[in-house]
């Protein structure tokens, strides 16, 4: 198994609360997994646990053999800022990382010109980043993680501040990007259109505490339709799950909220 999440629990000592409780989750190389859940669920913070950015209180996190105590090169994020650094052009900012790497100047070149041409963004490497719209700046941001070459992508809303005309070509494009180079990345999204439209599975979770609620195969042929009868019917079934977490969680809180009065 490529990575492996073996009984994460996360409680964060300012608040006392648990915010995930037992996650166990097992990724194929390759796979493209999506995490969907309601507000609070602890989505991000599970992001940033296989990230190394921050530690489980009980746990562990095995990528490639190798546990994950903290940040390293084998995985890269990409949040829902772009990130980017605003005094160095495009391909400035895609070779950032890369002599760090142990490329040299040549390389550095290379690879940034082959992941700017696979992102559509060649005839604009020249450009400073505050010239460029915010769907290329993202996808300036995918260049530079995929030119990092991480065993692991990871995605935290990344298209959730564009509009929705930039977020559909940018859908389309992630996804020939991802059949192109078989990276393994896990995405988190409140967008369950977006989970179904990108995964082999989507996790959906639970809240108070963040809890895996369920595991749902996406069976459907690539490229996927979004007004096909069964992504429609997915989209449903999904999209009931996390409401009826969210309700429960209000209501939950209601509850403790009246008796403490």
């Known amino acids: 198994m490529y990575l492996k999440l073996n009984s994460i629990n996360k409680i964060f000592a300012e608040t006392d609360k648990e915010t995930l409780q037992d996650i166990s989750l097992e990724i194929e190389k390759g796979e493209f997994i999506c995490i969907v859940g309601p507000s609070g669920c602890g989505k991000s913070t ?26 390293g090169a084998d995985r890269v994020v990409m949040f829902q800022e772009a990130a980017l650094y605003p005094w160095l052009n495009v391909m400035q900012n895609v070779m950032f990382g890369l002599a760090a790497a142990g490329h ?12 700017l041409k696979l992102v559509q963004l060649w005839h604009y490497k020249d450009y400073p980043i505050h010239q460029i719209s915010g769907g290329m700046k993202q996808r300036t941001a995918l260049a530079r993680a995929l030119a990092l070459d991480s065993k692991l992508l990871l995605m935290d809303e990344p298209f959730s501040a564009l509009d929705k005309q930039t977020i ?5 494009e992630l996804e020939e990007i991802w059949e192109k180079t078989q ?31 369920e595991i749902i195969p996406i069976d459907l042929k690539r490229p996927r339709n979004i007004e096909d009868h069964e992504f429609t019917s997915l989209r449903k079934r999904i999209l009931d799950q996390v409401q009826l977490s969210a309700r429960k969680s209000v209501a939950l809180e209601f509850d403790a909220q009246e008796e403490a009065k």
Do not use: W
């Open 183 to 213: 990276k393994t990345i896990l995405y988190v999204t409140h967008s369950v259109e977006e989970a179904i439209y990108f995964a082999d599975r989507v996790i959906v979770m639970a809240e108070n505490p963040g809890r895996i609620k």
């Open 104 to 115: 040299s100047k040549k390389e550095q070149q290379e690879i940034a010109e082959r992941y």
């Open 168 to 172: 559909n070509i940018l859908r389309a």
């Open 46 to 71: 599970l992001l940033n646990l296989v990230a190394g950015l921050d530690t489980p209180s009980s746990g562990e996190i095995i990528l490639d053999g190798q546990a994950v105590t903290g940040p």
